[in-house]
T-cell receptor
Framework: ETGVTQTPRHLVMGMTNKKSLKCEQH?????MYWYKQSAKKPLELMFV???????ENNSVPSRFSPECPNSSHLFLHLHTLQPEDSALYLC????????????????FGEGSRLTVL | LAKTTQPISMDSYEGQEVNITCSHN???????ITWYQQFPSQGPRFIIQ???TKVTNEVASLFIPADRKSSTLSLPRVSLSDTAVYYC?????????????FGTGTRLLVSP
């Protein structure tokens, strides 16, 4: 148990569907991240939110739309996805610098396995 | 961002010590070195972080030479459950961790 919970754990969707992935952290962190991990590829950083503001968007296609309503919750809205978007989507959180806890340590959820048909 | 290079895979046997070396020739003055472990279908898990010399915790040791252009993760007496992918990351502790980039990692296979 890492303190970061992702739902659903598994999702199958068609290319015309709209779905959302949810992430919740119970660690009091103020930065949250979405990563994508395709089979046999490195983790790809997709989005970073710090203090609920998006600070990084690594050229992710617009069919992926993040939302961070507060520092504990992060969503990834999915629409008109392609089969190549099938992957494990990982959420992570961390504490921003200035706090006494170890800065830069990422806490990951167990991921949402997405299959696009 | 400093680029890291690790061996793609390593094999070991139970009870042995495993050393995984990471090269980061372009490491900056403010960069820290962090290692993560990832099991299949799970998110990576923080193992250890260091800046220079040696850091040890309950699961691993991290050796960093004076020039900091490389680092070695040492796992003492590995067991089958240590079979995983190990990632070395380098980033500025105070700003760059927002852009942490994972490489391909080292796939460690521990056999009986």
């Amino acid at each position: 148990e890492t303190g970061v919970t992702q739902t659903p754990r598994h999702l199958v969707m068609g290319m015309t569907n709209k779905k959302s992935l949810k992430c919740e952290q119970h660690l009091g962190h103020n930065a949250m991240y979405w990563y994508k991990q395709s089979a046999k590829k490195p983790l790809e950083l997709m989005f970073v939110y710090s203090l609920e503001e998006r600070v990084e968007n690594n050229s992710v296609p617009s069919r992926f739309s993040p939302e961070c309503p507060n520092s504990s919750h992060l969503f990834l809205h999915l629409h008109t996805l392609q089969p190549e978007d099938s992957a494990l989507y990982l959420c992570a959180s961390s504490q921003q610098p200035g706090w006494r806890t170890r800065a830069g340590e990422l806490f990951f959820g167990e991921g949402s396995r997405l299959t696009v048909l | 961002l400093a680029k890291t290079t690790q061996p793609i895979s390593m094999d070991s046997y139970e009870g042995q010590e495993v050393n995984i070396t990471c090269s980061h020739n372009n490491i900056a003055t403010n960069d820290y070195i962090t290692w993560y472990q990832q099991f299949p279908s799970q998110g990576p898990r923080f193992i250890i972080q260091g800046y220079k010399t040696k850091v040890t915790n309950e699961v691993a040791s991290l050796f960093i030479p004076a020039d900091r252009k490389s680092s070695t993760l040492s796992l003492p007496r590995v067991s089958l459950s240590d079979t995983a992918v190990y990632y070395c990351l380098v980033g500025d502790r105070y700003t760059g961790f927002q852009k942490l980039v994972f490489g391909t990692g080292t796939r460690l296979l521990v056999s009986p």
